[in-house]
């Protein structure tokens, strides 16, 4: 396993345009992860009966029709947040585009990194963490494939910073939310195919 020395045709980049792609990208992306899940009752809902606290007049309260109502403690909530996906819905093109836009600002960038292959003798962490700091790796880190490797996916698993992905399946907020990205040879290729025009 060695670091090795890559072209690529710099009229495949893309940095004219794409930087609201990239933000909308992640918007929606951040979006998907969120459960939705959060659900209060409404006054229809909440358990209680139908009866009036109090007569409506001659007490001296306001007058009040039922112990459900959202003004009171123990009511139920007005507007509250009920389940729902937060989804958001891109078109294939601006997806394609804010990937292209994040590859080619970490290509300028010098932050991909591209080795031979990897090869490692034992599914052991120690070993791919020793060849990152041999790399020059010392933050956030994504190391990428052409296909899946279980070996290499063993040795990222444990390291807390550095994500592993397929270059098929690497979106836009993996390549930005890392500072570096890590592939072999095959993986910059398949990289490459993606953004190509």
């Given at each position: 396993?060695?670091?090795i ?17 990239v ?38 309260n ?26 958001q ?6 997806w ?48 990428v ?53």
């Amino acid at each position: 396993m060695k670091k090795i020395e890559v072209t690529f045709d710099q009229a495949q980049l893309t940095l004219d345009k794409g930087a609201q792609a990239v933000k909308d990208a992640i918007t929606a992306i951040r979006n998907a992860l969120r459960a939705g899940t959060a659900c209060t009752k409404s006054k229809g809902e909440v358990a209680g009966s139908n009866k009036k606290p109090w007569k409506q007049k001659g007490t001296g309260n306001a007058r009040a029709g039922f112990r459900q109502s959202p003004v009171w403690r123990g009511g139920g909530v007005a507007h509250g947040p009920k389940p729902r996906s937060y989804e958001q819905k891109l078109n294939k093109k601006v997806w394609k585009l804010a990937f292209a836009r994040a590859l080619s600002d970490k290509l300028v960038a010098g932050e991909v990194i591209v080795v031979d292959e990897f090869a490692f003798e034992a599914p052991k962490t120690k070993l791919m963490a020793k060849f990152l700091k041999e790399l020059g790796v010392t933050r956030t880190a994504v190391v990428v494939q052409k296909d899946v490797d279980d070996t290499v996916v063993l040795v990222t698993s444990n390291l807390p910073k550095i994500d592993y992905s397929t270059a098929q399946a690497l979106d836009v907020y993996t390549v930005v939310a890392n500072r570096q990205i890590v592939c072999d040879k095959a993986g910059f290729e398949a990289l490459m195919a993606r953004i190509a025009k």
